[in-house]
């Protein structure tokens, strides 16, 4: 095939080992970004056990009802971003443009739910550590979740920004053309980001909202 | 030997000469420059650690003020371990030989990602002028473990320094990353996992708990960033927060980080220690397979630096118990590399030299670590000097020997020169008695009571601190000859022979300095790497 | 042989019960470090003689480890290290286990000092009065950073932390001064942070505690006529008595025995008392402590979850008070049994 010369880097022997490399590159990248919040997640769990009445009294103040929506479209996301991937591999390019740019809607009306929700908090005083004065909760550990919940929905708000910032370049590479049926492994692995991106959010969203 | 992949060894143009403007240099792909540009930068660290260690020793020579204020001696101690751990440290061996071997050792052109690689030296850059312009601006005051909820309120700049390591470990981490995708879909035909040399074995130990632990680190030092310059509260004990789950988190990262920095020169170790006794390692699968140990059971361990932060009993038992298995898999290795010198065919030259100081350091180093791993005689040890006295036997004494060992044995391979034989003795001879004359001292003074981290001591410490400071001049004078003859052989030195130490490592198989692309076919492996036992052929090309 | 090795090793004095044994372990594993790296350095240094190259075309044989090596190196190791482990850790459980008639010191830690309060006693910056031969138990906890109790005559050392309390213990054999240093980096001052151990015969101690409470009462005495401020030393009952006025405890704990909105004060320490939710606790510092900081963690049966939270209302060694004069009040005036058990972790919801 013609353009799989386009894409092989010299030090490569054959297109199917830097289609390996560049995956296996990938989930490492993805390994370390599980870590990153891992970290975090330690840290929830821990003042969890110690707070346990306090972070389930504060997650009840959370608006459930506004995060299972934006859970619904997160999810929703990914499936567009998949569907994406199979037209350029079925070399539907055009649908494969239109459903890359759902998702990076649907990426920009989660940060969008998002950032109401945190204006609503700000608001009600629902902030982290020196900042709480947050009436209706004056227990001992609210404020640590608090804290917990900005850092890792912040982190995860940075990671969606980083992400459709990523989806764009990709759209508009579509959009040119520059993937095909035989190479689309960039388009694959901007995929691979964005579902781990919803994958921590389906993890932040029963911790923090629901129990 | 049926390895085919040889380039006639007078080969005109090579990855040094082929171009040779600054541009090319900056925006290189090739990982034998970057290789290069990043052993520059972590001699410069070196460097600029080494002398903030000497002030700090000569701060030592009376109690109280004899040069410097107490702030300015609380700065320097943080800086020497910021600049020593993150800016040498870490990248000195994987990140400079790591990057110009592991291509030529595995038969390939290059690493995976090259571009991904020059970035990773400018990350590492940024990173440093990062944490300079905040040691200039204020400087820190924590110590290099930044522990909370000190280095939330200090009064000095140690955002800037946080930010600084916070971005170095993205080049660490990219590093890591590139190693272990290079080593999976790299390897030349016929370089079975088994025939890998060791020290690409110690490098993809090294990898994975590079892109496993730093991450964390990150993590806990964005954390520490926002504390002090928000308040967040996460580690406050006044808003329910806990310090000490900033140390497990410190740990978790920075305990691995100690073998970040001692597997892959334990890798060099098996290398050279193969080629000055022309014999093959003993024990290949246990040192290959102790190495991925060690970077396994050393993610469990690291609640042996909180023997006294008050952690229960039985944590302290459980990490005591885990912290032996690493010196069981470090006396393997020791057993191992002192067993391939039986019957074997020794030449004493200056890398060797290096060598016989690594095993030294890593005995004792290993053996006091082990002590230490005593819970009750680490409660007396615990943040003393002889705490610091083990940490630099085992982590400096062992990696810095290493280091120079690499230097030495692939310093014709890097620059095609040879350096003086008889100067690189010296100096190795007066490294390794500066060393111990250094830090045996501090082992006492440890045992004898003084805490680290101490700018005003009782008087009794005293003529051990001035010992040790004698000590540390000498190591500096060491060092100083070093730099001046290997000076001398870059410029003037004599034209280097294509394999002038006799290895049968793949790296030598190439032409010395290697040309831009490494080989000049498809290299094919038949054999493994250090197969001395086989019929001395004469040339191999 | 004790007395030669110490002086070798530059080991300190061994001024508590504890540090002989901890110095012979000390030893043991020094001693068999030294052999066994001996015997690898000697082994290495005979084969660099004994196998230098003699000719450049020298060849070696290809040598394998068989199975016996390969057990040799992984067991050998192993025994000893998991020897010195159970050695060392038997050890350790010792030193972080007070013996249970240990005499209570609260020690008070701040950038750069050491401050102890004696339950009913006096306070004391810097010096710490301890009966020689009679075992103490040191209840720490800090007022900013993370210090270190470190004596190293004692053998002893314990992170110092903010926001809840750690303990050690120690047994001074022999009256004398021993000095305390603090081990944890703290700041600008970190090498200043110096105390004194000053270990007295058991009768001097009790002589010099007298002293001190007798002293304390003239002083707040001549305080109140000559107009002086009030002394920094004070009881540590009675400035908990002043604390729980003045946080207005005592608006919803009687003192007296009769139930009031929370339950009362008197006979409280040591008491069994039945939760809301069906479990019984025994009331003890840990307890007491834990429902200042987090009052609907455990809610005694009966009584509404009214109280407010006193996290970050009180510091350490406010909280300590006022256990201290919750502990005091009693219907009987006997001695109340000493309290073992683990540290107190006055923020954990456990």
């Given amino acids: 095939m013609p353009d799989t010369h386009v894409h092989r880097a010299h030090h490569f022997q054959d297109l199917g080992k830097q289609v390996h490399a560049e995956r296996l590159g990938m989930w490492l990248f993805l390994g370390t970004e599980v870590l990153l919040f891992a970290g975090l997640f330690v840290g929830y769990s821990f003042y969890r056990t110690l707070y346990p009445h306090a972070f389930a009294e504060a997650s009840h103040h959370l608006d459930t009802p506004f995060g299972t929506l934006e859970t619904f479209d997160l999810i929703t996301s990914s499936l567009a971003m998949a569907l994406g991937i199979h037209f350029t591999r079925t070399g539907r390019r055009r649908l494969s443009v239109a459903a890359v740019a759902l998702t990076i809607l649907m990426g920009l009306a989660f940060l969008g739910m998002h950032s109401v929700e945190y204006r609503h908090e700000y608001l009600e005083g629902m902030l982290p550590g020196q900042y709480y004065h947050f009436a209706e909760l004056p227990l001992a550990g609210a404020s640590l979740f608090f804290t917990m919940y900005f850092l890792m929905t912040g982190l995860h708000s940075l990671h969606v920004i980083a992400g459709v910032g990523v989806l764009t370049y990709l759209c508009v590479r579509t959009y040119r053309g520059a993937y095909s049926p035989a190479y689309q492994t960039p388009l694959e692995l901007g995929g691979l980001y964005w579902h781990l991106v919803d994958m921590i959010w389906i993890f932040l969203y029963p911790l923090l909202y629901l129990i | ?541 | ?350």
């Fill in chain 3, 1 to 350: 042989m004790n007395e030669f090795l110490r002086r070798l090793l530059f080991l300190p004095e061994q001024a508590s019960s504890v540090a002989p044994g901890i110095d012979h372990l000390h030893y043991f594993v020094i001693i068999t470090t030294m052999l066994m790296s001996a015997v690898v350095g000697w082994t290495a240094l005979g084969f660099f003689i004994r196998f230098r190259r003699r000719s450049e075309i020298e060849t070696t044989p290809r040598i394998e480890p068989g199975w016996k090596f390969e057990t040799l190196a992984v067991g050998l190791p192993l025994i000893f290290f998991l020897a010195w482990f159970w050695m060392g850790f038997h050890a350790y459980i010792r030193l972080a286990t007070p013996p249970p008639n240990s005499m209570e010191v609260y020690v008070m830690a701040k950038q750069w000092m050491w401050k102890f309060s004696y339950p009913g006693g006096p306070n004391a910056i810097s010096t710490l009065h301890v009966p020689a031969r009679r075992p103490v138990k040191l209840l720490m906890t800090s007022r900013d950073v993370i210090h270190s109790f470190f004596v190293p005559s004692f053998r002893i050392k314990q992170d110092v932390l903010p926001g809840r309390y750690t303990q050690t213990w120690f047994e001074a054999v022999e009256p004398g001064r021993y000095q305390i240093l603090c081990a944890e980096f703290c700041g600008t001052d970190h090498s200043n942070m110096r105390g004194e151990v000053v270990a007295m015969r058991p009768e001097d101690f009790d002589a010099w505690l007298n002293e001190q409470r007798r002293g304390l009462t003239n002083r707040q005495d001549m305080a109140a006529s000559a107009q002086e401020p009030v002394p920094p030393l004070t009881d540590m009952v009675e400035q908990g008595r002043r604390l729980a006025v003045a946080f207005a405890c005592v608006k919803c704990h009687t003192i007296d025995g009769s139930p009031h909105i929370g339950p009362t004060w008197l006979d409280l320490y040591h008491r069994q008392e039945r939760l809301a939710n069906g479990d019984t606790v025994e009331v003890d510092e840990g307890y007491i402590t834990e429902s200042m900081m987090d009052p609907r963690a455990k809610v005694v049966a009966g009584f509404n979850p009214v109280m407010p939270t006193f996290q970050g209302r009180l510091d350490g060694p406010d909280t300590a008070a006022i256990v201290e004069y919750i502990k005091s009040l009693r219907s009987e005036r006997i001695n109340p049994t000493p309290s073992g058990g683990p540290a107190y972790e006055p923020i954990r919801g456990r």
């Fill in chain 2, 1 to 541: 030997m049926s390895q085919s992949a040889v380039v006639s060894r007078r080969a005109g143009k090579n990855y040094l000469n082929v171009e040779t403007s600054v541009k090319s240099w900056l925006l290189t792909r090739d990982h034998k420059r970057i290789g290069l540009m990043f052993l520059v930068l972590n001699v410069g660290a070196l460097f600029v650690g080494g002398v903030f260690a000497l002030l700090l020793r000569f701060e030592h020579l009376s109690p109280g003020p004899t040069i410097m204020d107490a702030i300015t001696y609380n700065r320097l101690f943080t800086l020497h371990g910021v600049v020593m751990v993150w800016l040498f440290m870490i990248p000195a061996i994987p990140s400079a030989f790591g990057n110009f071997l592991v291509p030529l050792m595995i038969g390939a052109e290059d690493v995976a990602f090259p571009r991904l690689n020059l970035a990773s030296v400018y990350l590492y850059v940024a990173g440093a002028l990062i944490a300079l312009w905040g040691m200039f601006h204020g400087g820190a005051d924590t110590g290099w473990t930044f522990y909370t909820p000190y280095s939330s309120m200090t009064p000095t700049k140690v955002v800037p320094i946080l930010i600084g390591v916070f971005i170095i470990g993205f080049s660490t981490i990219v590093t890591g990353i590139n190693f272990i995708v290079t080593i999976h879909t790299l390897r030349a035909k016929g370089l079975t996992w088994m025939r890998m040399p060791l020290f690409v074995w110690a490098i993809y130990g090294t990898s994975i708990i590079q892109v496993l632990a730093t991450p964390v680190l990150g993590l806990v030092l964005l954390l520490i960033a926002l504390e002090h310059s928000l308040g967040l509260g996460i580690f406050d004990a006044a808003r329910g927060g806990d310090p000490v789950l900033f140390q497990h988190l410190f740990w978790f990262y920075s305990h691995p980080a100690v073998y970040i920095m001692v597997l892959p020169a334990m890798g060099v170790v098996s290398e050279v220690i193969a080629c000055f006794a022309r014999k093959n390692p003993f024990g290949y699968k246990a040192i290959a397979y102790s190495s991925l140990g060690i970077a396994f059971v050393g993610f469990f361990t690291w609640g042996h630096h909180m023997f006294v932060s008050g952690q229960s009993t039985f944590d302290a038992g459980a990490f005591a118990v885990l912290s032996m298995l690493v010196g069981v898999f470090t006396a393997i290795k020791v057993f191992n590399w002192v067993a391939t010198l039986y019957k074997g065919s020794i030449q004493f030259r200056t890398p060797f030299a290096y060598i016989c100081g690594f095993l030294y350091f890593i005995v004792f180093g290993g053996m006091t670590g082990v002590a230490v791993a005593t819970v009750s005689l680490d409660v007396h040890w615990h943040d003393t000097y002889f705490v610091v006295a083990h940490f630099h036997f085992i982590m400096v004494g062992a990696t810095l020997m290493a280091f120079l060992a690499a230097l030495h044995y692939w310093f014709p391979k890097m620059f095609g020169k040879m350096y003086n034989e008889g100067w690189g003795l010296v100096s190795a001879v007066l490294i390794i008695l500066g060393f111990n004359a250094t830090f045996i001292p501090q082992f006492w003074l440890g045992n004898f009571g003084m805490p680290r981290r101490y700018y005003n001591y009782p008087e009794r410490f005293q003529w051990l601190h001035v010992a040790s400071t004698a000590g540390s001049t000498l190591l500096f004078f060491g060092f100083m000859i070093i730099l001046i003859y290997l000076f001398i052989a870059l410029r003037f030195g004599r034209r280097a022979e294509w394999n002038p130490w006799g290895s049968r490592g793949f790296e030598w198989r190439t032409a010395t300095p290697p040309p831009t692309h490494n080989f000049d076919q498809a290299p094919v492996f038949t054999h493994g790497p250090h197969e001395y036992h086989e019929p001395h052929e004469v040339d191999l090309a």
